[in-house]
T-cell receptor, first 112, second 114 residues
Framework: NAGVTQTPKFQVLKTGQSMTLQCAQDMNHNSMYWYRQDPGMGLRLIYYSASEGTTDKGEVPNGYNVSRLNKREFSLRLESAAPSQTSVYFC???????????FGPGTRLLVL | KQEVTQIPAALSVPEGENLVLNCSFTDSAIYNLQWFRQDPGKGLTSLLLIQSSQREQTSGRLNASLDKSSGRSTLYIAASQPGDSATYLCAVPNSGGSNYKLTFGKGTLLTVNP
């Protein structure tokens, strides 16, 4: 099993550009999550999907949209990137009834 | 709103030393508490999960304790090794069921010097 995979690993954007961060899991997990990690701020939840077909806002959703494409895939879209969105983005998944989240390796995003 | 605090923010110790990392949380009505490890440039890996009914959980040289009433958890690492160098984060869920979401502390950066 590959676990949780994220693409791309690293991306540089200019202010105003758009992009989609991809996440996929092969563990048949129901729930998926997007976090951002910033120095001094820790991990903060952007959006989550409790199950296929549902999405909900987390702590810092402004400037982002998500799509739960199917049970395996959960994408995060930045419509108009801003320098404040420079961060490391992590995707995670969790099986139904489980208490452990499994994390991907992260996407490092730099917005100039 | 649940808040999770970790002290110290950074810790540097010589190899072989026993050490304790601290985690505190403001709302004691938790289902469990988890400790994660994060290596530089990598994602998080779950180390230990303590249920609210448990007092401690052990895995190898790691021992995590939980005192719900005081809102505290500790991660004890015995006989530290350079390979233990990483950031350690604790996290608590806000609720159970399908809306299971974690609140993380900011982590403790541990450096074990050879």
């Amino acid at each position: 099993n590959a676990g949780v995979t994220q693409t791309p690993k690293f991306q540089v954007l200019k202010t105003g550009q758009s992009m989609t961060l991809q996440c996929a899991q092969d563990m048949n997990h129901n729930s998926m999550y997007w976090y951002r990690q910033d120095p001094g701020m820790g991990l903060r939840l952007i959006y989550y999907s409790a199950s296929e077909g549902t999405t909900d806002k987390g702590e810092v959703p402004n400037g982002y949209n998500v799509s739960r494409l199917n049970k395996r895939e959960f994408s995060l879209r930045l419509e108009s990137a801003a320098p404040s969105q420079t961060s490391v983005y992590f995707c995670a998944s969790r099986r139904q009834g489980g208490e452990t989240q499994y994390f991907g390796p992260g996407t490092r995003l730099l917005v100039l | 709103k649940q808040e999770v605090t970790q002290i110290p923010a950074a810790l540097s110790v010589p190899e072989g030393e026993n050490l304790v990392l601290n985690c505190s949380f403001t709302d004691s009505a938790i289902y469990n508490l988890q400790w994660f490890r994060q290596d530089p440039g990598k994602g998080l890996t779950s180390l230990l999960l303590i249920q609210s009914s448990q007092r401690e959980q052990t895995s190898g040289r790691l021992n995590a304790s939980l005192d719900k009433s005081s809102g505290r958890s500790t991660l004890y690492i015995a006989a530290s090794q350079p390979g233990d160098s990483a950031t350690y984060l604790c996290a608590v869920p806000n609720s159970g069921g399908s809306n299971y979401k974690l609140t993380f502390g900011k982590g403790t950066l541990l450096t074990v010097n050879p």
